[in-house]
């Protein structure tokens, strides 16, 4: 089901945006719109990295990680019918070869987990359900992996909202290479774009009072951390996501346009190294 909520933006026109419930990740793949990922790619990348982006293979170990961990720990009972276990056999033996071509009659259009990949998705959805406050932010948002569609400057776009609360409270789930310490965390948001995704989620009137990323580390001991988003700072990415938008535009007109010529700029650091050393 759905509900539609009205957006009003004194920038751009009135309309309005779409919350559907329980879309699967696949079909939500499949909509051909603006989303943060897309505008990811532009904020650092060209019209041509974004066209490369779209044709990569989405079935890579991390991502299977990634979605059997958002599976397991936002919507349980929804994983049976999306993603299936691999028997943990030696494939090089006739017995795991069986054993595989067995499994493989039964898989239809799940996705096909390792059994190391669930093991470890498991292991971190646990971390996840067992940490105090991010079990409080899972019971106070019932609403899981929301698909919110609508337009911005016409463009239609597309979101996906981990976790939501009728309340107006917004959350997302990400997993972390590195240890979950404040810095690497607020490295890991500049650097993947999770400021822009949440200036995104504002633009769609979706996110009102700021976020809280829950971010579980990808490596044992799989320790997690709480990292929460003031509104005041999230507007302070509107620039960059105007910009990412523009581009967006230029990669609907040319998606294969590369980079511009440009002067090569000093970097701030050598810029000021100089002036402290004259």
């Not at 699967?24 to 499949?30: I, L, S, V």
């Not at 982006?53 to 936002?74: K, P, V, Y």
Request: aromatic share 6%; charged share 25%.
């Amino acid at each position: 089901g759905h509900r539609r909520i009205g957006r009003a933006d004194p920038r751009h026109r009135r309309h309005q945006v779409k919350i559907t419930k329980g879309m699967p990740e696949r079909e939500y793949h499949a909509l051909d719109r603006m989303s943060a990922s897309r505008l990811k790619v532009l904020e650092h990348g060209t019209p041509a990295h974004l066209t490369a982006m779209l044709a990569e293979d989405r079935n890579t170990e991390a991502m299977r990680i990634g979605s059997a961990l958002h599976c397991l720990a936002l919507t349980p009972s929804l994983f049976s019918e999306q993603f299936a276990v691999a028997p943990d056999v030696d494939g090089r033996t006739k017995e795991g070869k069986q054993a595989m071509a067995d499994f493989r009659l039964t898989l239809g259009d799940r996705t096909e987990l390792k059994a190391g990949e669930y093991e470890d998705a498991r292991n971190m959805a646990a971390a996840v359900a067992a940490h105090p406050s991010a079990s409080k932010i899972l019971a106070a948002c019932p609403l899981r992996e929301l698909t919110v569609t609508g337009e911005i400057e016409g463009i239609p776009t597309k979101c996906r909202i981990d976790l939501y609360s009728e309340s107006g409270i917004i959350a997302d789930l990400k997993t972390i290479g590195k240890t979950a310490s404040p810095r690497n965390c607020a490295a890991y948001a500049v650097e993947y774009g999770v400021w822009l995704q949440m200036a995104l989620y504002r633009r769609m009137k979706v996110a009102h009072h700021g976020a809280s990323i829950v971010f579980v580390e990808s490596k044992p001991p799989h320790c997690v951390a709480v990292r929460t988003m003031a509104a005041v700072d999230i507007e302070r990415w509107d620039a960059e996501l105007d910009h990412c938008i523009a581009q967006y535009r230029r990669w609907m007109e040319n998606p294969d346009q590369g980079w511009e010529d440009s002067a090569l700029d000093i970097p701030r650091w050598k810029s000021y190294e100089q002036e402290m050393g004259a």
